[in-house]
């Protein structure tokens, strides 16, 4: 196996490796928790190779709002048909931050690609954090911020393209709302990061609704800045793993007119802490 760094600051490509062989584990969980993406190259699974692979971080986090594999509930279809304008995903966001659990992982497998573009980008919430000023990390530890699914999965996207199309649906079920820090220990590398995103967070908690816009808006635009990003282009067979506690991420919609088609399983996680407990 292996291991190639895809930016001074995380991300790593990993080649000779095979996602079916338990024997490759141990070594791909481990540049998981140091990388924070992980992009697997050449694999060629079935649902149910992609499932168990899934299943060695964790149980799996069915998703409420993606549209699923009909024989695989587990597996959510990520898909843009040539002919549609929307992508899924391509606000920059943390998938399920929403929940009272975050999700650990997403694990994506690309089985038709464009022939140009339909990248992924991805965004390092340590790395951000550990470039801002000490003054500025500190007053962030002390903060707690709301996140929610109902303005992006509610009833009120009922007539978005990507609910009338079927790709994402059961908009009653958009009904979480959820305090999370602001600043997490990470569960597994024990690392600071920022858990905030454009998408899901709505405002931090006991703040004037100017004020946290202007807080969010300070990180965000350090999360903009090209240097804490990474991008993945897409061969068909290939894997890419993300840290949902450790990473923001945008699928980059620049493909009109040619189709894109991924199977992702997302592994359950846990209540997040706050850095400074
Ligand atoms: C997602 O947000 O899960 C999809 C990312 C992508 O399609 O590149």
């Given at each position: 196996m292996h291991i190639r760094k895809l930016t001074g600051l995380f991300g790593a490509e990993i080649s000779g490796a095979d996602l079916r062989d338990p024997a490759c584990f141990d070594a791909i969980k481990e540049a998981f928790i140091q990388y924070s993406v992980i992009v697997i190259r050449g694999q060629r699974l079935t649902p149910d190779d992609h499932l168990a692979f899934a299943r060695r971080f964790g149980p799996i986090n069915v998703n409420r709002f993606f549209t699923k594999l009909e024989s695989h509930p587990e597996v959510a279809l990520v898909l843009k048909e040539k002919d549609q304008k929307g992508a899924i995903g391509e606000e920059w966001h943390t998938d399920h931050s929403y929940d009272v659990a975050p999700a650990t992982g997403s694990i994506l497998h690309a089985l038709e690609v464009p022939p140009h573009g339909g990248d992924t980008v991805f965004v390092s919430m340590a790395d951000v954090f550990e470039s801002l000023s000490e003054p500025v990390r500190r007053m962030l530890r002390g903060l707690s911020a709301w996140h929610s699914s109902r303005h992006v999965f509610g009833e009120t996207q009922g007539n978005s393209e990507a609910a009338q199309s079927g790709r994402i649906g059961n908009a009653a079920l958009a009904t979480q709302d959820v305090l999370h820090p602001v600043v997490i220990r990470h569960p597994l590398s024990g690392r600071e990061g920022l858990f905030v995103n454009p998408q899901f967070t709505t405002r931090i908690e006991g703040l004037l609704p100017g004020e946290s816009a202007a807080i969010l808006e300070m990180i965000y635009a350090q999360c903009r800045k090209p240097e804490y990003q990474a991008r993945v282009?897409?061969?068909?067979?290939?894997?890419?793993?993300?840290?949902?506690?450790?990473?923001?991420?945008?699928?980059?919609n620049d493909y009109h007119g040619y189709r894109r088609y991924m199977h992702r399983v997302t592994v359950e996680g846990c209540a997040l802490q706050p850095a400074q407990a």
């Amino acid at each position: 196996m292996h291991i190639r760094k895809l930016t001074g600051l995380f991300g790593a490509e990993i080649s000779g490796a095979d996602l079916r062989d338990p024997a490759c584990f141990d070594a791909i969980k481990e540049a998981f928790i140091q990388y924070s993406v992980i992009v697997i190259r050449g694999q060629r699974l079935t649902p149910d190779d992609h499932l168990a692979f899934a299943r060695r971080f964790g149980p799996i986090n069915v998703n409420r709002f993606f549209t699923k594999l009909e024989s695989h509930p587990e597996v959510a279809l990520v898909l843009k048909e040539k002919d549609q304008k929307g992508a899924i995903g391509e606000e920059w966001h943390t998938d399920h931050s929403y929940d009272v659990a975050p999700a650990t992982g997403s694990i994506l497998h690309a089985l038709e690609v464009p022939p140009h573009g339909g990248d992924t980008v991805f965004v390092s919430m340590a790395d951000v954090f550990e470039s801002l000023s000490e003054p500025v990390r500190r007053m962030l530890r002390g903060l707690s911020a709301w996140h929610s699914s109902r303005h992006v999965f509610g009833e009120t996207q009922g007539n978005s393209e990507a609910a009338q199309s079927g790709r994402i649906g059961n908009a009653a079920l958009a009904t979480q709302d959820v305090l999370h820090p602001v600043v997490i220990r990470h569960p597994l590398s024990g690392r600071e990061g920022l858990f905030v995103n454009p998408q899901f967070t709505t405002r931090i908690e006991g703040l004037l609704p100017g004020e946290s816009a202007a807080i969010l808006e300070m990180i965000y635009a350090q999360c903009r800045k090209p240097e804490y990003q990474a991008r993945v282009s897409w061969n068909v067979g290939d894997v890419t793993m993300w840290d949902n506690r450790a990473t923001w991420h945008k699928a980059i919609n620049d493909y009109h007119g040619y189709r894109r088609y991924m199977h992702r399983v997302t592994v359950e996680g846990c209540a997040l802490q706050p850095a400074q407990a």
